[in-house]
């Protein structure tokens, strides 16, 4: 008796901590869990990125310029210190192109084979969920539905004809 009052006690915890981490990561602007092991996102604020680590995200790619209007000129410094890793791949705004594209292609591929959660951001989630959807539909064969984030879904009629580019891009124009 005692013991199954132990481990119901431990799984409400858990379930708390949980639900807690997945609230504070919904304070992020534009968050989106994309699949079970990819979250993607606008730019977090430095407390943020302890939110992000306490989700379990190991790894987070930055697809923001180091220009923009609310980047973080130490986030690299910032993520490392919370012991997790970071990569930054700058994608201009206004000159996306498919070598952006293939670069975040093989960082996925290198961080998917180990089994990484990664957490991807930008901005705002603009390129964020572009980039995300090329990889999981492309390269994962993630339909196309469960690959385009609320933000994306929005964004599609709106887009540019760089940004309409990127979208129409096929494996054999990124590999």
Request: aromatic content about 10%.
């Amino acid at each position: 008796m005692f013991k199954r009052f132990i481990f119901l006690l431990l799984t409400v915890c858990s379930f708390q901590v949980f639900a807690v981490d997945a609230d504070k990561l919904e304070t992020i602007l534009n968050f989106h869990l994309i699949t079970n092991t990819i979250g993607i996102a606008g730019q977090p604020t430095k407390t943020q990125f302890a939110d992000i680590k306490n989700a379990n995200f190991s790894v987070v790619v930055n697809l923001a310029m180091p220009d923009s209007t609310n980047a973080l000129p130490d986030e690299g410094s910032v993520v490392s210190s919370l012991d997790m890793t970071y990569v930054h791949i700058p994608v201009p705004w206004g000159t996306p192109s498919a070598s952006h594209v293939k670069k975040f292609f093989g960082v996925m591929d290198a961080l998917e084979g180990k089994g990484e959660k990664v957490f991807v951001h930008c901005a705002a989630n603009y390129r964020a969920s572009a980039f995300t959807y090329k990889y999981l539909t492309l390269r994962k064969g993630v339909s196309s539905a469960e690959a385009t984030s609320p933000l994306l879904r929005r964004w599609l009629p709106e887009m540019d004809g760089n940004w309409r580019s990127i979208m129409r891009l096929r494996m054999n124009q990124i590999d």
